[in-house]
């Protein structure tokens, strides 16, 4: 009898385990050892007001795929990073940061409508977060099912980039900032690699102002970067080229013209029209250079040499 | 017999108030999305869950940043979880200065979802608060309007 007691309460403490250990996966606190965080000796800690500061957002794998299709760019799946060698992906950085780049290459590919290519991207999306072990934000059979019937494209948008952001959520709120910090880089030289190749071939304002404005965007990348620069050689590296980059934009200028607001009601809607304006100063010459050092750098992560 | 039957039961009774304790913000999200109107795109959500404020003190805010670009229009919303004791509102500041707010004080009118048509590429911040400093949870939505 003391046996078969002790059997049940041995059930429910499992349970209750399971349990709590979910209820922390939704809350994003992890009930697991952390193997890639970096430890707060070997970074130079941002504070973490700071780090909120500039991570909201940086690169949206959607935004850019949505400028271009609104400029009727073609589709073109030459864009698109290769999925054949995702499997020898082996270090914690190369998954994070080919995590990122796949996810804006789904963003495209879903802008687009192109819904039945996107299962390889997503078989591998999956792989890489199951490796970097945040799996579970990812609804990878819910997403592939969306994606091959074409069905809902608006809920196939949001449950991608929401996966996305629950990913980077989880990573910032579990001390793995510095994957967090590949996956959003990812998802930038990705954007930025479809946006200056896109450029070369159609001239569109929009899209320039948009290459030239990464100027203010790649100073704050550059800042979450910083403090795991040290923290090994292939952080280092990728550093160095964002550096390059960012040395490419420095006679980009951007500067401002003032102007108050608007506010009006459109069918019940407040609506602001913004009159402040950036303006963004970029010659054929510097959008060719930082076209040439994007291309060259991601295809060097992609490569993963 | 009587011991196992009894643990049994009191497993049987907590198990669903652990389940329950869980937060249900990813339906939030989903519903407020949707309600965030079609030829939109989401970008972002931020759940919010904050106390009543202390008297004589500043109502508690919610803050996050994110970068909004130039040519873009944008769509915040805000939905209130069921059972929350405020109603959210979203104030978007720009250095500082306030752009636009879904809530009215001078006229107590509250908009669920206020547009942005941004001309300005920049880091922009982006308050949360509670009617009256009042207790609540709830999500807001950034999305794209195409």
């Known amino acids: 009898m003391t046996g078969t007691i002790t059997k049940i309460a041995a059930v429910i403490l499992l349970l209750s385990f399971c349990s709590c250990r979910n209820s922390n996966v939704r809350q994003g606190r992890p009930a697991f050892p952390v193997a890639d965080s970096v430890p707060a000796g070997e970074a130079e800690k941002l504070s973490e007001e700071a780090v909120a500061d500039i991570v909201q957002n940086i690169a949206s794998p959607v935004e850019i795929a949505s400028i271009l299709q609104s400029m009727q760019v073609p589709f073109s799946a030459g864009y698109l990073a290769p999925t054949q060698g995702a499997d020898r992906l082996t270090t914690n950085f190369q998954k994070a940061m080919m995590l990122g780049i796949y996810g804006a290459d789904l963003g495209y590919l879903n802008i687009y409508g192109k819904t039945g290519n996107s299962v390889d991207v997503l078989s591998v999306i999956k792989r890489l977060a199951d490796g970097l072990r945040v799996g579970q934000y990812f609804d990878f059979e819910t997403i592939k099912r969306l994606s091959v ?13 929401n996966s996305y952001n629950q990913i980077d959520r989880y990573l910032r709120d579990n001390d793995r900032g510095s994957i967090s910090a590949l996956m959003i880089t990812g998802v930038w030289i990705e954007g930025q690699y479809l946006a ?18 990464q100027k203010i965007i790649l100073g704050d990348l550059l800042m979450l970067l910083r403090p795991y620069r040290g923290s090994s050689e292939e952080y280092g590296a990728l550093y160095g080229m964002m550096e390059q980059i960012s040395a490419k934009y420095s006679e980009v200028k951007v500067s401002y013209r003032l102007g108050e607001p608007e506010t009006k009601e459109e069918d019940g809607r407040l609506v602001v029209v913004q009159h402040e304006e950036s303006i963004v100063e970029m010659t054929d010459t510097q959008l060719a250079e930082i076209a040439g050092l994007s291309k060259e750098v991601r295809n060097k992560l992609i490569s993963g040499n | 017999m009587k011991n196992r039957l009894l643990i049994l039961t009191l497993a049987l009774a907590f198990l669903p108030l652990a ?110 608060n509670f009617i009256g400093g009042e207790q609540g949870s709830g999500v807001g939505v950034v999305c794209m309007i195409r």
């Open chain 1, 196 to 213: 200056t190749q896109v450029a070369l071939n159609f001239n569109d304002e929009i899209l320039r102002d948009r290459i030239g404005e």
């Open chain 2, 19 to 128: 389940a329950a304790g869980q937060p249900a913000t990813d339906d939030l999200v989903s519903s407020c999305v949707l309600a965030a109107g079609e030829n939109t795109t989401y970008l972002k959500d931020f759940r919010v869950q904050l106390p009543k404020s202390a008297p004589n003190a500043a109502a508690p805010v919610y803050k996050a940043n994110m970068y909004l670009m130039k040519n873009m229009k944008y769509r915040f919303s805000v939905c209130d979880a069921p059972g929350s004791g405020g109603e959210l509102y979203v104030t978007l500041y720009d250095q500082g200065k306030e752009i636009i707010s879904s809530y009215n004080s001078s006229s107590g009118k509250k908009y669920s979802s206020v547009d942005f048509i941004c001309n300005k590429t920049g880091l922009y911040t982006i308050w949360y």
């Open chain 1, 149 to 161: 019937s074409k069905s809902n494209l608006d809920s196939l948008l949001f449950l991608s980039v």
